[in-house]
């Protein structure tokens, strides 16, 4: 068996939530409305008409939730800030109250000896942006974006170490932009690379003001990352494997560490004609060493099968995107590039993820050897049902069993050689997901709701809680 290295010391142990999944208070504190708060209200869009408006409470219950962190030994809490809450109009004057709810949260943690890992933004865009120029597809948002993470930073930098700029931006784009299953709810190719070029360009420009006004700490953005397997060793199959690494992943990444595209995707989008504009002043943003990420935040759940996808006359880009599943529309298939298949050697979630801790150590190699950066692993977990017994235990040796793996799995990459700064799994509490409603729990604490009722919000820890305060107080020693 492999040697094993130990866990670094300063290794971040810690759990993470984003502002519209937990607050709640979504008009509260002068908070504006954000593109979520509408896009929950148009019948059909969540499960069973979920929405956020209350969520778990966390807004006024957040000094219970740090206690509970401090309990289970946490050295390390993400969380994102909602946008709205600190300029309601996505620009010009500051809620003050927002900022103070903020504060108040990091002096918490800090308090309780815990890191705070800020997300700047979580897919709660304002409303007011969207309204007012359609958001990301505007260049204007690179500014207010700009404007929006310096307020943040003046206002926490003196506190926050680690700062998130964008929250997976393969999948609120691709989501957003190409499924229609969040906010704005397009399906249109062109102009999500268009708007995801403009997304680029604001975490750019984000990350280079805070590069130059010398803010302590780290800087990066969180990508929802799943390596692609090739079904077989076709090597047409293989190929296939390859252009999904390139599009649905270095599309990304790229940008982020080197600040171009790669010229396979870029040659692909000329062909189909929906390649973004790419004006000689972004390539000098984007290449500015002041704008590169100080670490790859990994968001990672599971890894896709894919095989070859032959073009088929008449059949355009957007045919084969329309994915029920998690996951984004490339993952599905691009005609002419590659399409899903399944994997036979992997078992599978109640929402039907593959489950494979293998694929994180994948995941980390592939990063570290392309980009020889650090690595957060900023998301990772099991959303399941889980039962709350008469005694308010919670029995989930299930999602015990998936992160004990998952962490088998850093440890392994760890040694491999791989750098890797923490590890801060999906969620603390349970929370709202997005489109699957309050059932989908991933938390180590159980938050009693359900989507017909509030019920009292307690929480509750779950066994999995016990599991990883003793995971965290061996540093990773004891599994
Ligand atoms: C990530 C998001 O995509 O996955 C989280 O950053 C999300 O916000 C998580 O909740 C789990 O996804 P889902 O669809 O199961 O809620």
Known sequence: HKQLKAFPKDFLWGSASAAYQIEGAYREGGKGLSVWDKFVRIPGKTYEGTNGDVAVDHYHRYQEDVELMAKAGLKAYRFSIAWSRIFPEGNGKVNEEGVKFYDDLINDLIAHNIEPVVTIYHWD?????????????????????VNYAKTLF????????????????NVFMQHGYLMASHPPAVTDPKRMYAANHIGNLANAAATKYFHEHHFQGKIGASFAYSPNYAVDADP????AADN?????????????????????????QIEQGIAPEIKPEDTELLEDPHSRPDFMGLN???????????LKDGVGLAAENTSGKKGTAQESGI??????????????????????????????????????????????????????????????????????????????A??????????????????????????????FVYVNRDEESEKDLA?????????????????????
């Open 125 to 145: 865009l304002p409303q007011a942006l969207q309204d007012a120029y359609q958001g990301w597809e505007s260049r204007k948002i690179i500014d207010d974006f």
């Open 154 to 169: 003046e206002a926490y930098g003196d506190r926050v170490k680690y700062w998130v700029t964008l929250n997976e931006q």
């Open 236 to 239: 047409e199959n293989q190929l």
């Open 244 to 268: 999904a690494e390139q599009m649905n992943a270095y599309y990304w990444m790229d940008v982020y560490a080197y600040g171009r595209y790669p010229d396979v995707v870029r040659q692909w």
């Open 300 to 310: 990672y759940y599971q890894t896709n099968t894919v095989q070859a996808n032959p």
């Open 335 to 412: 005609p002419g590039a590659f399409k899903s298949a399944e994997n036979e050697h992997l078992q599978k979630t109640d929402w039907d993820w593959n489950i494979d801790p293998i694929g994180l150590r994948i995941a980390l190699r592939r990063i570290n050897s392309r980009y020889h950066l650090p690595v957060l692993i900023t998301e990772n977990g099991l959303g399941a049902f889980d039962t709350l017994e008469a005694d308010h235990e919670i029995h989930d040796d299930y999602r015990i069993h998936f992160l004990r793996e998952h962490v088998k799995a850093i440890h392994d």
């Open 414 to 443: 760890i040694s491999d050689g791989v750098q890797v700064i923490g590890y801060t799994t999906w969620s603390f509490t349970d929370l709202l997901s997005w489109l699957n409603g309050y059932r989908k729990r991933y938390g």
């Open 459 to 479: 929480r509750y820890p779950k066994d999995s809680f016990y599991w990883y305060k003793q995971v965290i107080a061996t540093n990773g020693e004891d599994l």
